[in-house]
């Protein structure tokens, strides 16, 4: 079975984010979206607020799983026997950062890749920090999470406080 690993921070989900993990369940026979625990940062969403989106908004696909996880991606991809790491690039902006992690990884732990899917062109533009930012402010980013994420970003910032 081939198997692979969708990694993120996913501070929120957005809509690039589901539709990289939507074309990996197209082509492998099972995804593991792993949801990053990294206690040097402060999220915004703890990860189990995270994972409970995901599952949500990916329940439809029988091939897909989420988990949160604090440690070296390499590490749960031996556990997983993932040999495929995907990733998307949403800009050459991006290339630099994924292939210096590509590469780390791949000296970590030889028997994984890492393949990138281009985004969409609909979400190019789009990053969870700037989701963030502007769901803080009260402003309207419907059109780019998915309606649970939505849901909980409005619940969070109605009135435009932070
Ligand atoms: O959504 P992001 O923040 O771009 O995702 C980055 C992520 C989670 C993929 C990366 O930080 C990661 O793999 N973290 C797990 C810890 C690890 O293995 N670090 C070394 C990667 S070179």
């Known amino acids: ?8 921070s996913f501070d929120p989900p957005t809509n690039g984010h589901i539709d990289v993990i939507q074309r990996a369940a197209r082509h492998f026979e099972r995804v593991v979206v792993l ?8 999220p915004m969403l703890s990860a189990q607020e995270r994972v409970l989106l995901l599952r949500e908004v990916l329940g439809h696909l029988d091939n897909v799983e989420v988990e949160a996880y604090e440690g070296l991606l390499v590490d749960l991809a031996r556990q997983r026997g993932a040999g495929v790491i995907v990733k998307g690039l949403r ?3 991006d290339v630099e ?3 210096q992690m590509a590469q780390m990884n791949a000296g970590l732990y030889e028997a994984v890749d890492t393949f990138f899917v281009t985004t969409d062109p609909r979400w190019s533009f789009v990053s969870s920090s700037g989701v963030k930012e502007v769901a803080a402010y009260g402003g309207d980013v419907s059109g780019l999470v998915p309606r649970a994420v939505n849901d909980l970003l409005e619940g969070r910032y109605k009135g435009g406080s932070r």
């Open 91 to 93: 800009a050459l902006s």
């Open 97 to 99: 950062r994924e292939i």
């Open 1 to 8: 079975m081939t198997v692979a690993i969708c990694p993120g």
């Open 35 to 42: 949801v990053s625990v990294n206690p040097a940062k402060s």
